[in-house]
């Protein structure tokens, strides 16, 4: 990567301080890069670093506020945070894509390779498998029979895509993710529990990403389904039949039971549990570790177990401190 700050500022409307002609060759966090790096600060508690970075350029917000002197160039935006995301996109977008089918792979008689697509090597393709222009399948993938992956889908390393599921188009799969294992489902006989067949399967819509080694479950019957846009980090665990919609965003170790129905724009934070069952609005905030055991609306902000307003949670802390002085009282 060799681009001039001024090109750089082009790409997100910025307004450039100090030498717009400097060369840039890469990126770095605020405390480490050094020369020909860029950089940004985003988050106020970072801000000091702006002294003694070795940065040679710094994204800040329009109304960023220094005193004395700084080293840095630097580049202003209305908001440092997605202009940073918009240059790494635009970055990783000109990187060479890989195509071609390492050997050795197993792709099953009948089954369309379009020529733009990428087989890594020790993968399966199971049969009736329909693969999208553009998809990457990298090493020791395995495609069940019937898979639908759609155009310009990344399947990381050891993804595991069990019968008849469904992925939508420019999705991002980590490595260890399993898509269809079977739900958790047994019926109870006696004292022993008998198995109860499977028979659904799982569908992930359009621009999903699912972080690594995390399970969706197929559905008893019907569909597990995770809506167009929304984002599941590492180590999550999405039931039999649950249905989360669009635009929401999941933080490390959260578990949704099953049947529960997750609306549009939820932010949960790591570790959130949710209850089989319920169904959650839109536009709701989760604080870490909340325990959601009944039905949400709509916009609330909610931490703990069970899960209560954000304020109130707070004042409860408060009086959770003084509880020995009250209970001596």
Known sequence: ???????????????????????????????????????????????????????????????????????????????????????????????????????????????????????????????????????????????????????????????????????????????GTVIGADGFGFAPKGVIYEKIPQIGNVIIEDDVEIGANSCIDRATFGSTRIGKGTKLDNLMQVAHNVEIGENNVFAAQTGVAGSTKIGNSNRVGGQCGFAGHIRVGNGNEFGAQSGIPNNVGDGKRLIGYPAIEARQFAKNQVYLKRLEKLFNK
Do not use: W
């Not at 329009?62 to 002197?69: K, M, S």
């Not at 792979?105 to 222009?133: H, Q, W």
């Open 1 to 175: 990567m060799q681009i001039t700050v001024a090109q750089l500022a082009g790409m997100i409307n910025g307004r450039v301080e100090g030498d717009e002609n400097i060369e840039i060759t890469g990126f770095g966090k605020i405390e480490e890069a050094g020369k020909g790096q860029i950089t940004f600060i985003a988050n106020p508690k970072y801000s000091h670093y702006i002294y003694d970075t070795e940065a040679s350029v710094v994204i800040v917000n329009d109304d960023f506020e220094y005193e004395g002197t700084i080293r840095p160039t630097l580049i202003r935006v209305k908001d440092a945070y997605s202009s940073l995301a918009e240059l790494l996109m635009a970055m990783e977008s000109v990187k060479p894509r890989r195509r071609g089918i390492e050997q050795p792979v197993y792709v099953s008689e009948g089954v369309n390779i379009p020529e733009d697509v990428y087989l890594g090597a020790f993968s399966y393709i199971g049969k009736g498998v329909r693969i999208g222009t553009g998809v990457e399948i990298y090493p020791q993938c395995y495609i069940g029979d019937g898979v639908v992956i759609g155009d310009g889908t990344i399947i990381r390393a050891g993804v595991r895509i069990y019968e008849g599921c469904h992925i939508g188009s420019r999705c991002i799969l980590h490595s």
